[in-house]
Nanobody
């Protein structure tokens, strides 16, 4: 499966952004989909993931509440709605797809190219 992330940008603290990740290729519904982020000088970290059906989701503790992951099977797209953004949310955000749920990068087989999110104070 090929993943294409979009929707990043520059936003003021307290603002919102919605990231999208469009999938093509193999069956979209076959994969657990997640979002990771990588800030400058830091390792890539797990943000959130959603099951194949969309029935279950997981979040890293710091984004619980302000961030919401969802998926639209008809559009082969996974979304990340980010509200109440903080400067510490600044990072390159990557969508990823895999066969099993996990919070480690190596547990995901497919990756999008990343989209930059910058939150100004």
């Amino acid at each position: 499966v090929q993943l294409q992330a979009s929707g990043g940008g520059l936003v003021q603290a307290g603002g919102s952004l919605r990231l999208s990740c469009a999938a093509s290729g193999r069956t979209f519904s076959s994969y657990i989909l997640g979002w990771f982020r990588q800030a400058p000088g830091k390792e890539r970290e797990f943000v959130t993931a959603i099951t194949r059906s969309g029935g279950s989701t997981w979040y890293e503790d710091s984004v619980k509440g302000p961030f919401t992951i969802s998926r639209d099977g008809a559009k082969n797209t996974v979304y990340l709605q980010m509200n109440s953004l903080k400067p510490e949310d600044t990072a390159v955000y990557y969508c990823a797809g895999g066969g099993v749920y996990g919070t480690r990068s190596y547990e995901y087989d497919y990756w999008g190219q990343g989209t930059q999110v910058t939150v100004s104070s």
